[in-house]
């Protein structure tokens, strides 16, 4: 089971990039890697999800070198709605395609 | 649609009572989670079902007791819970369980209060 480690907590302020980098040494060659974000008293919510090189949407992009060991979520000129943790999770055939929650970051963007 | 609801949104239950929670996706979902979350701990998964059989029981507690009547109906049936039970308690679903690349939607939780 691939596991995660990240920053426990990253300061921002308004209109700044984020960068979360989190490290997957053991990942299995099948496995992506995804990132949630999760407001206070709410559901996760899917951010962006790849597997190599790097993947863009409208909220993010992730980037992830050749040898997979690592990946980094970009959040382009956050706001305070942004604040929130954020958690990285690798997964696929090799753990049963569960989502494993590992501690996540906690991402606060001040004024 | 891309909505998970759940209800109720709050629950105080003592110790001796039984309760349900209730989860409902009309996503045409055919994996449905349950996820516990502690206090600023990440969601811990507890059970999924897969065309409405159970697939996956993490070694939770038997006074926990998951139900999928149907394919957009996913129950957790609470009986002789403790106080640290006391957790949010979210539902999820996805596509199909086999694919790594299938979105999970989570619902915005039930926040379990054991007295």
């Known amino acids: 089971l691939a596991k995660t480690t990240q920053p426990i907590s990253m300061d921002s302020y308004e209109g700044q990039e984020v960068n979360i980098t989190c490290s997957h040494n053991n990942i299995a060659t099948n496995d992506y890697i995804t990132w949630y974000q999760q407001f206070p008293s709410q559901g996760p919510r899917f951010i962006i999800q790849?597997?190599?090189t790097k993947v863009t949407n409208e909220v993010a992009s992730l980037f992830i070198p050749a040898d997979r060991k690592s990946s980094t979520l970009s959040l382009p000129r956050v706001s305070l709605s942004d604040t929130a943790v954020y958690y990285c999770l690798v997964g696929g055939r090799s753990n049963d395609y569960k989502l494993s929650f590992g501690a996540g970051t906690t991402v606060t963007v001040r004024a | 649609d891309t909505e998970v609801t759940q209800t109720p949104k709050h629950l105080v239950m003592g110790m001796t009572n039984k309760k349900s929670l209730k989860c409902e996706q009309h996503?045409?979902?055919?994996?449905m989670y349950w996820y516990k979350q502690k206090a600023k701990k990440p969601p811990e998964l507890m059970f999924v079902y897969s065309y409405e059989k159970l697939s996956i029981n993490e070694s939770v507690p038997s006074r926990f007791s998951p139900e999928c009547p149907n394919s957009s109906l996913l129950n957790l049936h609470l009986h002789a819970l403790q106080p640290e039970d006391s957790a949010l308690y979210l539902c999820?679903?996805?596509?199909?369980?086999?694919?790594?690349?299938?979105?999970?939607?989570f619902g915005p939780g039930t926040r379990l209060t054991v007295l």
């Open positions: 996503m045409g979902h055919r994996a």
């Open positions: 790849g597997y190599k």
């Open positions: 999820a679903s996805k596509p199909g369980l086999a694919s790594s690349t299938d979105t999970q939607y």
